[in-house]
C-alpha cells in the first residue's frame, strides 16, 4: 500500500519535472540571428507557417486573420493581390493622398498646438491619413479614432508578454465598435478605394473554403469576425508607417534641439539643409516617380535602415524560434561603417546601400512587404512633408524621456514601444 502512494508521489513529481524540463527546453530554442547572410538564408528558405507560428500572439491579441497569422497560402495570395491592386496609384491619386494628409495635420494643428505628446500625435495623424487616404473612410473618422491609437498599443504591448494570461476582450470590444463594424465609420462608395471591402470579400470566400477543407488551417482556426476585421490591412500599414514618421522627426527636427541645448550647432549635411527645398518640391508633383529624385527618398530609406519599423522577423523552423535582429543587421559597424549609428542619408547615394545585403527593412524572399517599392515610401515620404510644411517643432520638454540625450545629444534614439513615451514638443504652426 505504501510502496504504491511512494511510488505515484514519485511519479507525479517525474511528471511535474518533465514538464518544467519541456518548458524550459522550448522557451531556450530561440536564436538570434544578427549575421545577414545567415538572415537572407533562413528568409529564402523559410515557408509561410514559419511565420504564422510566432505571429499567433498577434491572432490572440487583436483578433485578426491575415498573411501574418493565417497559414493558408492561398488566403495569403489572394490578400496579396487585393493589396497589390489598391496600392497602385496613379498621379491624380497620389495627388488626393498628399492633400488628405495636408488636411490631417491642419486639423490637428488647429485643435492643439503648444506642448504636446509627440508619440500620440504622430500615431493619430499617421492612423488618420492611412485611414482616409488608403482605405477610403470619411471626414467622420476624426471623431471615433481618438482613442484607438492607445488601445492598438497597449494590446501590442500585452502580445509581448510572455505567457500573459489576461483578457483583451474589453480593449478588443472597443476595437471592435470602432472597426469590426465599419458602418460606425462611413466609407465611400468609390470601389476601387474600397480596400476593406474587397479584403472582407475574400476573406468570405477563404472562409467558405476553410469550411470545405480543415486541414488546411487546422490548429490556426480564423472565425469570420477575425477575417473581416479591417484591422487585417490597418494593422500591417500603420503600425509601421507611425514609427517611419516618428524616427524621421526625431532626426530632422528634435536633434538640433538637443544639440542647441548642449550649446552645439548641428553639422547639417546637404540632406537636412535642403529639406525645405525637397518638401516643397515634392508637395508640388507628390508620387513615387516623383519621390525617386527627390532627397526625401534617402531620407526615408536612411531612416528605415537606422530605426527599423519592424526591429525583429520571427520564423519557427524545426521547432526553434528565429528571431532575426534587423536593426542589429542594420547598424553593423563592419558594413556599415564607423558612423554606422548616425543619421546619414547621403549613403544611399551610393546604390550598393539599398541593394545591400545588410538592409531588409521591408524583408526579402518572396513573403517580402508588398508595399516595400512605391507605396510605403512614398506614404512615409508624404507624411514627412505635410507635417514639417505645416508645423514647427521648436522645443523638448527637459523630462527622463530625453535625458540620456541631452547628456549625449549624439546618441542614436532608442528605437522600441515605449522609448518616447514621454516626449513632450512644442509645436508651433509654421507661418509661410
Ligand atoms: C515603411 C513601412 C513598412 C515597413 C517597414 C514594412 C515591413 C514589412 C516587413 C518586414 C514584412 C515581412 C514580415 C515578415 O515576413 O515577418 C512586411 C510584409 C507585409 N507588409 Fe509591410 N511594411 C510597411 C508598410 C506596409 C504597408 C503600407 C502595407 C499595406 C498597404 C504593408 C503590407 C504588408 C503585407 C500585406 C505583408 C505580407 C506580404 C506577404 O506575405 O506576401 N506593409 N512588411
Ligand atoms: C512654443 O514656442 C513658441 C515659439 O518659440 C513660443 O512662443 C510658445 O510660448 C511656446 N509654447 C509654450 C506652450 O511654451
Ligand atoms: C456590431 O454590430 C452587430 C450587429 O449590428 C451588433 O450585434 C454588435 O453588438 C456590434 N458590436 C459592437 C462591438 O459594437
Ligand atoms: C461598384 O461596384 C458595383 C458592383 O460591383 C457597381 O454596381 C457600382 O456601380 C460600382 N460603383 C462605382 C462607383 O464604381
Ligand atoms: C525650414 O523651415 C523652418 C520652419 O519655418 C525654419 O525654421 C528653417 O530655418 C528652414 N530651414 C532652412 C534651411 O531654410
Ligand atoms: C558596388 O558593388 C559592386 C559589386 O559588389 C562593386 O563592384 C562596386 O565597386 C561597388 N560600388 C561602390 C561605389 O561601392
Not at 4 to 12: A, E
Not at 180 to 197: A, F, L
Not at 293 to 311: C, S
Not at 402 to 408: G, T
Amino acid at each position: 500500500m505504501f510502496d504504491i502512494i511512494t511510488f505515484l508521489v514519485i511519479l507525479f513529481l517525474f511528471a511535474v519535472y518533465c514538464k518544467k524540463l519541456k518548458a524550459h527546453y522550448l522557451t531556450s530554442q530561440n536564436s538570434f540571428i544578427t549575421n545577414a547572410d545567415e538572415a537572407h538564408k533562413i528568409l529564402i528558405d523559410s515557408d509561410l507557417l514559419s511565420r504564422v507560428i510566432p505571429n499567433q500572439r498577434l491572432k490572440k491579441s487583436f483578433q485578426i486573420s491575415n498573411p501574418f497569422t493565417n497559414p493558408s497560402e492561398e488566403y495569403r495570395k489572394k490578400f496579396v493581390k487585393v493589396i497589390h491592386k489598391t496600392i497602385k496609384f496613379d498621379d491624380p491619386k497620389w495627388r488626393n493622398f498628399a492633400n488628405i494628409a495636408l488636411e490631417v495635420v491642419n486639423n490637428e494643428r488647429i485643435l492643439k498646438t503648444g506642448f504636446i505628446e509627440i508619440v500620440p500625435w504622430i500615431q493619430k495623424i499617421t492612423l488618420s491619413v492611412v485611414l482616409r487616404g488608403y482605405l477610403g473612410f470619411d471626414t467622420n473618422i476624426y471623431d471615433v479614432i481618438s482613442d484607438i491609437p492607445k488601445i492598438i498599443n497597449d494590446l501590442w504591448l500585452k502580445s509581448k508578454e510572455y505567457n500573459n494570461k489576461e483578457s483583451n476582450q474589453q480593449s478588443i470590444s472597443l476595437l471592435q465598435k470602432y472597426f469590426y463594424n465599419t458602418t460606425s465609420i462611413s466609407q465611400t462608395e468609390d470601389n476601387d478605394t474600397n480596400v476593406i471591402k474587397e479584403i472582407s470579400k475574400i476573406a468570405q470566400e477563404h472562409l467558405d473554403h476553410f469550411h470545405e477543407s480543415p486541414q488546411t488551417t487546422s490548429g490556426f482556426i480564423s472565425t469570420a469576425d477575425e477575417l473581416k476585421t479591417p484591422l487585417n490591412i490597418v494593422l500591417p500599414a500603420y503600425e509601421t508607417m507611425w514609427r517611419v514618421l516618428l524616427y524621421a522627426i526625431l532626426e530632422i527636427k528634435v536633434r538640433e534641439i538637443l544639440l542647441t541645448k548642449n550649446n552645439l550647432k548641428m553639422e547639417k549635411n546637404i540632406y537636412l539643409k535642403n529639406i525645405n527645398n525637397s518638401i516643397d518640391t515634392f508637395l508640388k508633383n507628390p508620387s513615387d516617380s516623383t519621390l525617386k529624385n527627390n532627397q526625401l527618398n534617402f531620407i526615408v530609406k536612411e531612416t528605415l535602415r537606422l530605426y527599423p519599423a519592424t526591429r525583429h522577423i520571427h520564423r519557427t523552423l524545426n521547432g526553434k524560434d528565429n528571431t532575426i535582429d534587423v536593426e542589429a543587421i542594420q547598424r553593423d559597424h563592419t558594413v556599415w561603417g564607423d558612423d554606422a549609428l548616425c543619421f546619414k542619408p547621403e549613403r544611399f547615394e551610393n546604390p550598393n546601400a539599398s541593394s545591400s545585403a545588410s538592409y531588409i527593412p521591408f524583408s526579402i524572399g518572396k513573403m517580402k512587404c508588398i508595399a516595400a517599392d512605391k507605396f510605403a515610401p512614398t506614404v512615409a515620404a508624404i507624411l514627412i512633408s505635410a507635417i514639417l510644411s505645416s508645423v514647427d517643432i521648436v522645443d523638448v520638454i527637459e523630462n527622463e524621456a530625453i535625458e540620456k540625450y541631452l547628456k549625449n545629444p549624439h546618441l542614436p534614439f532608442e528605437n522600441h514601444r515605449l522609448a518616447f513615451d514621454k516626449m513632450i514638443v512644442n509645436v508651433t504652426t509654421r507661418l509661410n
